[in-house]
């Protein structure tokens, strides 16, 4: 069985294109589309509208865009990687910032690949084809044993 992946994109245009990228690599995983980093903490930790969801069952991978209404991109990040459920869970920055801070900031905060959205779209599908093909085929992802 596939695990899913967690999309927080705030911007329906780019939920769209990396829907087509997917579907054109075909990658078998759904795709959870979350639009806020509110939710996405919620979706990953179980709460609010998300609290039916099973906690240990994590996605994949998080997609995640760094300017995200109420809580941003960063701060969901620094969430993931400071509870231990979710501390080696893969995180991909997808963002159209290229800004050299937003980049430090990314890898100080522990993600694991920052990409900056390309504004062409068959170089945006190219990139998240990308993605996909390496974290959901060809990287090995660590096993962390429940406790």
Do not use: C
């Amino acid at each position: 069985m596939h695990k899913e992946i967690l999309l927080v994109e705030d911007n329906p245009d780019d939920v769209e294109l990396t829907r087509l990228a997917f579907d054109e690599a075909k990658i078998a995983n759904r795709l959870v589309v979350v639009g806020d980093g509110a939710e996405a903490l919620d979706y990953l930790f179980a709460r609010g509208r998300h609290s039916d969801r099973d906690q240990a069952d994590l996605p994949s991978i998080v997609l995640l865009d760094l300017n995200l209404p109420k809580i941003d991109g960063r701060e969901v990040l620094q969430a993931i990687r400071a509870n231990e459920a979710t501390r080696t869970l893969p995180v991909v920055v997808l963002t159209t910032s290229a800004e050299p801070f937003d980049v430090e900031a990314s890898y100080a905060l522990g993600v694991n690949s920052y990409i900056q959205k390309p504004v062409d779209f068959e170089q945006f599908v190219w990139a998240v084809k990308q993605v996909g093909l390496y974290w959901l085929v060809l990287n090995h992802p660590r096993h962390v044993a429940a406790t």
